[in-house]
């Protein structure tokens, strides 16, 4: 069946360093895939998106580049702040309803 | 706009005891969820409703029962809680079931003693 796999975490990172969190799946057909977010005490919020092959999604100096070539979705960042420190998801999903999700990833940004 | 709201965000149950966890949203959305969070586990679906009317097993329904009262609410009970059940329990809504995004309410935090 569909999976997603994350990279483990917690991940630390010192105030402006460059960000990866790797993000791979397994999946029949082109799903769509996701970046959640949640941060401390909160519920998810879709952090981006990309629909198709090749698509990049973006948001709030976050990038992602659907691969599917090499069935990937890294998160990446050219400069973390203290306020990006949370629990990113990585998900995919087909048409039908279900949103299947990565274990999550912790990241922790040091000043 | 509150978006989803969810009540209570913490609850302590003994093991056989009930109760019903309450979600509600207010964007018109026609799809709600269910999940619960568990560490190093992601979010598993438990129950979802594809539109007002309608509510589908999700991958671990098994103590669950849901309720879709109308197209704004969608509660979630436990008849006999076990101390398995304790996680973080957290209610989405979409527009539709497809590709949309999904929105999450603040999430509700159960012990089950």
């Known amino acids: 069946g569909d999976s997603v796999t994350q990279m483990e975490g917690p991940v630390t990172l010192s105030e402006e360093a460059f960000l990866t969190i790797n993000c791979t799946y397994t999946?029949?057909?082109?799903?769509?895939l996701f970046w959640y977010v949640q941060y401390p005490g909160e519920g998810l919020q879709l952090l981006l998106k990309?629909?198709?092959a090749d698509d990049k999604g973006s948001n709030k100096g976050f990038e992602a580049t659907y691969r599917k070539e090499t069935t990937s979705f890294h998160l990446e960042k050219g400069s973390v702040q203290v306020s990006d420190s949370a629990v990113y998801f990585c998900?995919?999903?087909?048409?039908?309803?279900?949103?299947?999700w990565g274990a999550g990833t912790k990241l922790i940004i040091k000043p | 706009n509150a978006g989803v709201t969810q009540t209570p965000k913490f609850q302590v149950l003994k093991t056989g005891q009930s109760m019903t966890l309450q979600c509600a949203q207010d964007m018109n959305h026609n799809s709600m969820y269910w999940y619960r969070q568990d560490p190093g586990m992601g979010l598993r679906l438990i129950y979802y409703?594809?539109?007002?009317?309608?509510?589908d097993k999700g991958e671990v329904p098994n103590g669950y029962n849901v309720s879709r009262l109308n197209k704004r609410e969608f509660s979630l009970r436990l008849e006999s809680a076990a101390p398995s059940q304790t996680s973080v329990y957290f209610c989405?809504?979409?527009?539709?079931?497809?590709?949309?995004?999904?929105?999450f309410g603040p999430g509700t935090r159960l012990t089950v003693l």
């Open positions: 409703s594809a539109s007002e009317g309608t509510t």
């Open positions: 998900a995919l999903k087909h048409s039908n309803y279900q949103l299947i």
């Open positions: 999946a029949t057909g082109y799903p769509s």
């Open positions: 990309a629909t198709k």
């Open positions: 989405a809504s979409s527009a539709t079931s497809g590709v949309d995004e999904q929105f």
